[in-house]
């Protein structure tokens, strides 16, 4: 526990620390680029780009060997993950547009192809005199052991490049993701903001390839705005909310696999946000479970005093034991069915909004407001009392309710 | 007088091929939207063929032909939504691509996820965002005028709402206030009349007409064959092909039906719409 506080008060050591820093940067910028990726439906495109960079990291090592220097250099590496990460976004791309196959069945090609590639290339780099420490398996999973200030670096600059990218472009974004026609018919190049979409997204892995690895970058992509879906309605609000989860998760996770040996940070971190997507899951205010469940409830418990009442009204008895229970706790009926005096008032009322939407559809044939009524909503939400009134009147006197 | 013209390309007058109209040398540039031999295909098989069609300005235009026949496939073409295999698309005499700011589309309805996470005012504001760029503001004058769009369809309570939350009319309504928010010269409207109730209706064609009145030209995909004397100046009848294109009152006739609708359209069908001087 202490050290886990120490963690988060960045009093755990220097690499501690920086891990902390970057995964709080990377997951604020994944969270936040991954939004339009989950809006416009694409999520597991981003799982096919991240394997994608497998043989781009192996190419990469090889070269820079070959070409005399260090295999490791991270800015080399990262470089060469873009580079065949692209290829397969393109891949996708024209293998969607011009052939037949859907793009699950593209992303299913791309990803396998790709990353079998790439394990054969880290099976040479094995083999070869420069390769035994190269370490390049911790792309796969993450890895925070060799953290550098360099690397921190180069997640805060590419990350608030790809936050600023995603704000200055989401609205053609928002526009392609939300009716795509009609961005087209407007002129934009859907085509064009679909790739600079994916190429934020690309961006993004790229970074945290190190810090996460390729596998888990997925989910610090799409938790985050899936749990941010859960708590606005508005997709501009979307990218900050989901950039604070990532963000807070990517902070937490670190702090959280600092505190004990041996607790890997990427999976770690991944937890953390499924951890939070899970709590938003159940206790969001509107689209929550359990929001649903109780709108459902008070739902239910008015179509019984509804339908309870009319049968009242029509003397007829209840025989369903919640609709009793519901109308003897309000004190409309007796334990044993019988209705009270407010009973028997209730009811009445109920039959004559009844007759009074009865009316309603006769003059109102046309206005569309009349087909409202659906046996709950009050007639008094729908129509003005003038209007009420003037269906009284041709209601006309009052008649007593289910009187022999 | 010298011609500039007379060398360099003259255009040929070429028959079409179905062989019963001829193909002009020049867009007339007095109609709002023309069409030249557009042909438009899913795959090999053409669900638009050789169409040369005329949409005047200022004048209620409808689109009408049986399920299939590629109403909205040429809609989508004429805005070039989907790509057209050849042919071209004149607005307001110039090419689609310089007069596109003049136009405003609303598609279908089914055809975008009601779950999106939007409101009433954000959509509408969508309309605005050609003006308005990547970096402007959208306050002050924009935003008073999508609100005053959405009034203009009777939306206006219900700016803050999510869409999921709107009857199937009120969520045409707001397709109409996003399109009215672009204030474009021609509106194209693919089934705007297609499940909604008959309020919505309403107050559609009531905007429609004021658009009109306004000097607008207003081009609908429509189904509904009984409401196009009411609604419509000019009609358009296609099945796959150009079937006939005119006024209303003189082109709008059983012969021009039976001959759009084939077998699909029964004789009682007919009978109900009660159609001037047809037969």
Known sequence: MQQFLDALLLQAGYNATLVAIGAALLGFAAGASGTFLFLRKRALVSDAVAHATLPGVGIAFIVMVWLGGDGRNLPGLLAGSAVTAWIGLVLIEWITRRTRLAEDAAIGAVLGVFFGLGIVFLTIIQSMSAGRQAGLEGFLLGSTAGMLLEDAVIIAIGGTLAVVATWVMRRPMTLVAFDSDYAAAMGYDVRRIDLWMMGLVLAVTVIGLKLVGLILIVAMLIIPAVTARFWTDRSHRMIWIAGAVGGATGYLGAGLSASAPDLPTGPIIVLVAAAIFVFSLVFAPVRGVLAAVIRRGRFQARVHRRQGLLALAARHPIREPYTLRLLSREGLVRQDGVPTASGRAEAAKVVRDERRWDVAREVHQDAGLAGRYDGLTPIEEVFTADEIAEFDRRLGPPTVVGGA | ?279
């Open chain 2, 1 to 279: 007088m010298v011609s500039a013209q007379t060398t360099s390309t003259p255009p040929p007058t070429i028959a079409a091929k179905d062989g019963r109209a001829l193909r002009p040398d020049t867009a007339p540039s007095d109609a709002a939207l023309a069409l030249r031999g557009l042909t438009v295909s899913y795959g090999q098989k053409p669900a638009v063929f050789s169409v040369d069609a005329s949409f005047p300005a200022n004048a209620m235009s409808a689109i009408i032909g049986p399920n299939g026949a590629g109403k909205s496939t040429l809609l989508k073409a004429a805005l070039g939504v989907i790509p057209r295999v050849s042919g071209d698309v004149h607005v307001f005499g110039q090419p689609l691509e310089i007069a596109r700011d003049r136009i405003a589309y609303v598609p279908q309805r089914a055809s975008v996820d009601w779950d999106f996470p939007t409101t009433v005012i954000d959509v509408v504001q969508m309309g605005l965002y050609r003006k308005v760029g990547l970096l402007g503001r959208l306050s002050g004058d924009m935003a008073a005028r999508a609100r005053d769009c959405l009034a203009r369809v009777g939306m206006a309570d219900f700016a803050g709402r999510q869409i999921g939350q709107l009857s199937g009319g009120q969520q045409q309504r707001v397709f109409l206030a996003r399109a009215l928010a672009q204030d474009a010269d021609l509106y194209l409207l693919d089934e705007p009349f297609a499940g909604v109730d008959a309020a919505t209706e309403r107050a559609i064609i009531d905007v429609l007409k004021l658009l009109k009145a306004n000097g607008k030209a207003v081009v609908a995909v429509h189904h509904d064959l009984a409401t196009v004397r009411d609604y419509f100046d000019h009609v358009f009848l296609i099945n796959v092909r150009r079937i006939a294109e005119g006024p209303v009152p003189t082109t709008f006739t059983t012969e021009a039906l039976q001959a759009t609708y084939g077998g699909r359209l029964a004789a009682t069908h007919l009978d109900e719409l009660a159609i001037a001087g047809g037969a």
